[in-house]
């Protein structure tokens, strides 16, 4: 659907026009969503930024408004900044800020645990890296299915494609990610 489509939907009726405008994006704000809050939220918590950003973007798209730009353009930034925003508060609400000098302060126990900690954090950049390059949707249905438990059914419906083409997208990409993964000189995750 173009955004002189949407445009004309939301004219005649503001509540269908955000359906539709729902309908079309929700996958691509929900793969920017997951790229960067990835490694630091919930489901839920990516969840609700996917409904903030929409919030935000029927508010600018509102008849009052009178903006007329590139819609994905508009709700790629949207996105951006307030998955950014969520990443900050999420961060902060997490992380503590211990004095080298407290009792508090955690120390190494040993170098194996530093080695360890550094293949790990080495293999999950590498991992990721290679997901990425997959492409969308495929990075997506990889990431729904393995990094947030979801079923063929659920990333189908995300998607908006059929069961049986996101079985075969994850197939195929996990074939290809064993590839990626052999070129980097990692057999086995």
């Given at each position: 659907?173009?955004?002189?489509?949407?445009?004309?939907?939301?004219?005649?009726?503001?509540?269908?026009?955000?359906?539709?405008?729902?309908?079309?994006?929700?996958?691509?704000?929900?793969?920017?969503?997951?790229?960067?809050?990835?490694n630091c939220a919930s489901r839920e918590d990516i969840e609700e930024c996917v409904s903030d950003v929409f919030a935000d973007v029927y508010r600018v798209c509102s008849g009052n408004s009178g903006y007329d730009?590139?819609?994905?353009?508009?709700?790629?930034?949207?996105?951006?900044?307030?998955?950014?925003?969520?990443?900050?508060?999420?961060?902060?609400?997490?992380?503590?800020?211990?004095?080298?000098?407290?009792?508090?302060?955690?120390?190494?126990?040993?170098?194996?645990?530093?080695?360890?900690?550094?293949?790990?954090?080495?293999?999950?950049?590498?991992?990721?890296?290679?997901?990425?390059?997959?492409?969308?949707?495929?990075?997506?249905?990889?990431?729904?299915?393995?990094?947030?438990?979801?079923?063929?059914?659920?990333?189908?419906?995300?998607?908006?494609?059929?069961?049986?083409?996101?079985?075969?997208?994850?197939?195929?990409?996990?074939?290809?990610?064993?590839?990626?993964?052999?070129?980097?000189?990692?057999?086995?995750?």
């Amino acid at each position: 659907m173009t955004d002189s489509q949407l445009r004309v939907i939301m004219k005649k009726s503001p509540a269908e026009g955000r359906r539709a405008l729902f309908d079309e994006y929700c996958a691509y704000v929900y793969a920017v969503a997951v790229q960067k809050l990835r490694n630091c939220a919930s489901r839920e918590d990516i969840e609700e930024c996917v409904s903030d950003v929409f919030a935000d973007v029927y508010r600018v798209c509102s008849g009052n408004s009178g903006y007329d730009g590139d819609l994905k353009g508009l709700i790629g930034i949207i996105t951006r900044r307030k998955a950014v925003d969520y990443f900050r508060r999420l961060s902060l609400n997490s992380g503590r800020v211990v004095s080298s000098d407290s009792e508090d302060f955690p120390e190494l126990t040993s170098a194996e645990n530093v080695e360890k900690n550094s293949e790990r954090a080495e293999l999950k950049r590498i991992l990721t890296e290679c997901i990425t390059r997959l492409g969308e949707p495929d990075s997506v249905i990889i990431t729904q299915q393995y990094y947030y438990g979801r079923t063929i059914r659920e990333i189908a419906a995300a998607l908006k494609m059929s069961e049986a083409a996101v079985q075969k997208r994850s197939t195929r990409a996990r074939a290809k990610l064993r590839t990626l993964l052999a070129e980097n000189g990692i057999e086995e995750v």
